[in-house]
């Protein structure tokens, strides 16, 4: 829970620049069997920010059901002309598959081609590994997905925003 609360911290830190870039901003939940539009786009800040403060840790994993919600996002922003990017606060485990079922086999196929179809959308992105311990699997997830790594025990809120700031470009 503590570094997930310097993740949100770090959003945090962020939704303040896009305040002041008057960007929009979308949040997805993803636990248990499904990803859900939190907060569709928008420039509200104090919106973002309760969303941001409700969005739960834990649980079953649908990483697949978040990356394909994530591109729906992107295509109807780049339809829009809209650049987008996006910032993913995992542990890189998905364990449950696009159909729902709890199989660890199945959802990281699956999660991995979602992966790959998002990687070919004109969109930038930032995985931040929430393990206690870093593995392979949030690393090889941003491999697929073309974006940037960073490991959250290694990085601070701060240290998050100026990599977000960084690949925000």
Same mark, same amino acid.
Do not use: W
């Given at each position: 829970?503590?570094?997930?609360?310097?993740?949100?911290?770090?959003?945090?830190?962020?939704?303040?620049?896009?305040?002041?870039?008057?960007?929009? *901003? $979308? %949040?997805?939940?993803? #636990?248990?069997?499904? =990803?859900?539009?939190?907060? @569709?786009? /928008?420039?509200?800040?104090?919106? !973002?920010?309760?969303?941001?403060?409700?969005?739960?840790?834990?649980?079953?994993?649908?990483?697949?059901?978040?990356?394909?919600?994530?591109?729906?996002?992107?295509?109807?922003?780049?339809?829009?002309?809209?650049?987008?990017?996006?910032?993913?606060?995992?542990?890189?485990?998905?364990? *449950? $598959? %696009?159909?729902?079922? #709890?199989?660890?086999? =199945?959802?990281?196929?699956? @999660?991995? /081609?979602?992966?790959?179809?998002? !990687?070919?959308?004109?969109?930038?992105?930032?995985?931040?590994?929430?393990?206690?311990?870093?593995?392979?699997?949030?690393?090889?997830?941003?491999?697929?997905?073309?974006?940037?790594?960073?490991?959250?025990?290694?990085?601070?809120?701060?240290?998050?925003?100026?990599?977000?700031?960084? *690949?925000?470009?």
């Amino acid at each position: 829970m503590q570094r997930l609360a310097e993740a949100k911290g770090a959003v945090e830190l962020l939704l303040a620049d896009c305040y002041v870039r008057r960007d929009q *901003v $979308a %949040l997805i939940a993803f #636990r248990d069997e499904t =990803a859900e539009l939190l907060l @569709a786009p /928008t420039r509200s800040l104090v919106r !973002a920010k309760k969303a941001l403060a409700a969005l739960p840790g834990g649980g079953a994993t649908p990483m697949a059901a978040a990356l394909n919600l994530t591109r729906d996002i992107v295509e109807r922003a780049s339809k829009q002309g809209t650049t987008t990017q996006y910032i993913l606060l995992t542990d890189g485990a998905a364990n *449950v $598959a %696009l159909d729902g079922t #709890r199989n660890r086999e =199945a959802g990281t196929r699956d @999660a991995l /081609t979602a992966a790959q179809r998002l !990687a070919v959308q004109p969109v930038s992105g930032l995985v931040i590994d929430t393990a206690q311990r870093p593995q392979s699997r949030a690393r090889d997830l941003a491999d697929t997905l073309r974006g940037t790594y960073i490991a959250l025990p290694k990085a601070d809120a701060h240290t998050l925003n100026r990599t977000i700031r960084a *690949v925000s470009g």
